[in-house]
């Protein structure tokens, strides 16, 4: 007679002796000794444990323990390690990476290599990657040769895994590169996980829609039809999408749906926006994320060799993901206190694990007189903000309230115990009470710290010219905002932020009072806000023209419209305690 099991648990038996056969090639998991049967047992000590999500669970002699994913630790993987949002190096010299994942133990990660064949890596954990096998278009096409290969993408649609890259093609034996070429795009398939991909193919061959260009003219469509560099595949409820770089007065983005080719959706680029000068003209690698409704357009500014940096657009939909929205920072090139460049991050791809968000993106390394060195490939988790916009990458405002006749400094603490002071010197802060810390500290020799390894911000005050006293704020290591409250300080100022509504959508801010709970509306009318998700308050209601003391308010509220229709105004309000620096609001 069997024994009586869980009906889970019977059905997963039963699996795994369907599977008893499989090898490591097709999961791309090593097994166990014993096969099915320790499969089985496992699955017997296991059941019902969950590892808080946050892991998996292994049968150790009987008994069940849980191998906790990175930055989880405990016997339950339910509290979170000191390396939580560490930033750590996956692959050193790979650039322009993109990460394929099959399940949340299986990925591949791929990128730009020695531009000549395109490297594959897998791995079970998203931290320890191993070299798979590297591609070679060269070879595995009799046709032609291919150089100046870079940015690919892995993904997988109906069953079949598709490797896109961007090369120029010449025939065999010919020179690579080639004159009168520019780089396009080709694609490449694969019936399974051992990613023997075939023979690279052009995309929309002879048709009018966006496609592989071998030579260097725009085709008589536009130059958002030459399919260049970075392509990016993304599958939604609506079909499945590329995206794409093509060249025109720049690097621009454009997307179309793979089942309706003839609409092309541009998104941005200085072809049809006017950027600021920081881009340097470069609007490239776009990635694609949908989370909790909202669409995520990531994209790459500035050359790889300059101020290479991430930057994202929100969106409800895949075409409303252009500039007539906000263009958010993800990260920023970092300079030294001379203004030579450091550090630089881009080219990104977001990967989610058991519900927990990893950016992974290569950093640019520079020598100490700015001049670009290399890129590898790095990864840190991500962390949403109520809004859903995300915590930046080395971005932090550091906001602390005022006293008469002081200066300040601004030191680190680090994770370590050790402590980087001054950061930011008096000779840098002065009087000020805010500074944005952009992962440099230009009073400690420009020394480059991680947010993820801060533990906490101190400011110190005087107004002598003696430095004793602090006053000290734990950090979280991902957040974008701090406020420290000195002692019989008093509020400077509010940094009022909120969620950014439909495309066009205008604003006006409100504020109640907390000596007879009337409420001003507005404060600050849409004349003034118009369309910002930004505003600071110091104490004046512009628009009645009347002051509303800081510590006075009890309330923020934002309102918003479209059209000009404040009949249909839709607010949102946040309490406020009269101190703090910084309120953030999202409308329902």
Not at 49 to 65: E, I, K, L, P
Not at 391 to 403: A, I
Request: aromatic residues 12%.
């Amino acid at each position: 007679m069997l024994p009586r099991f869980p009906s889970r648990l019977i059905s997963f038996i039963a699996l795994a002796l369907a599977a008893g056969c499989a090898g490591p090639e097709d999961t791309g998991l090593e097994p166990e000794a014993g096969g099915a049967s320790s499969t089985i047992a496992q699955a017997l000590v296991c059941d019902g444990v969950t590892c808080g999500g946050h892991g998996v669970c292994r049968d150790n002699a009987g008994s069940a323990v849980c191998v906790c994913d990175e930055g989880f630790t405990g016997t339950s993987c339910a509290t979170r390690g000191s390396n939580f949002y560490a930033r750590t190096l996956l692959v050193p010299g790979l650039a322009d990476p993109d990460v394929y994942k099959e399940n949340d133990d299986l990925f591949f990660l791929t990128g730009t290599g020695d531009a000549r064949t395109v490297p594959l890596y897998e791995t079970n954990d998203l931290s320890s990657f191993r070299f798979k096998r590297g591609y070679d278009p060269s070879v595995a096409d009799p046709t032609y040769d291919y150089c100046m290969i870079w940015a690919p993408d892995l993904g997988k649609a109906n069953g079949v895994y598709n490797l896109y890259f961007s090369a120029q093609r010449v025939p065999n034996g010919m020179a690579c590169p080639a004159s009168g070429q520019d780089v396009t795009t080709f694609v490449a398939s694969a019936s399974d996980l051992n990613l023997n991909f075939g023979a690279p193919r052009p995309i929309n061959p002879s048709t009018t829609y966006p496609r592989t260009t071998i030579g260097s003219a725009c085709t008589a469509q536009g130059c958002n039809r030459n399919i260049r560099i970075d392509s990016a595949t993304f599958n939604d409820t609506s079909g499945s999408w590329l995206f794409y770089v093509w060249f025109q007065n720049g690097n621009n983005i454009s997307s179309f749906n793979l089942a309706a080719p003839a609409t092309v959706y541009n998104h941005t680029g200085p072809a049809l926006y006017s950027l600021p000068a920081h881009e340097e003209g470069i609007n490239e690698a776009p990635e694609l994320l949908k989370r909790d409704g909202l669409y995520y357009l990531f994209f790459s500014t500035g050359w790889y060799n300059s101020q290479y940096a991430m930057n994202y657009i929100l969106g409800d939909s895949l075409p409303a993901l252009t500039r007539a929205r906000a263009v958010r920072p993800l990260s920023q090139a970092m300079r030294n206190a001379s203004g030579a460049l450091i550090q630089s991050h881009g080219h990104n791809v977001v990967v989610d694990r058991r519900g927990e968000f990893f950016n992974i993106f290569h950093q640019g390394v520079f020598q100490p007189a700015g001049t670009f060195t290399s890129r590898s490939t790095y990864k840190q988790r991500l962390a949403f903000k109520p809004d859903g916009s995300l915590h930046s990458l080395n971005l932090v405002n550091v906001r602390w309230t005022r006293l008469a006749g002081y200066s300040y400094s601004l030191d680190l603490v680090l994770r370590d115990g050790s402590v980087v002071g001054p950061c930011s010197a008096v000779g840098i802060l002065g009087t000020a009470n805010k500074t944005v810390f952009n992962g440099v500290c230009p009073s400690a020799g420009s020394r480059m710290v991680n947010k993820g390894d801060i533990a906490a911000f101190r400011i110190f005050y005087s107004n002598s010219g003696t430095w004793g006293p602090f006053v000290e704020k734990a950090y979280d290591g991902v957040s974008d905002d701090v406020f420290l409250e000195l002692p019989g300080g008093a509020t400077p100022f509010v940094d009022l932020t909120w969620s950014e509504e439909e495309t066009g959508a205008q604003y006006s801010i409100d504020v109640q009072r907390r000596d007879t709970g009337a409420w001003i509306g507005p404060c600050i009318g849409v004349t003034s806000v118009n369309r910002a998700l930004a505003w600071t308050y110091s104490g004046r209601c512009d628009t009645p023209g009347i002051n509303v003391a800081i510590p006075n308010i009890s309330t923020f509220r934002i309102c918003t419209a479209m059209n000009g229709d404040w009949s249909r105004a839709r607010c949102g309000a946040t309490a406020y305690d009269g101190k703090s620096m910084h309120v953030p609001i999202v409308i329902p």
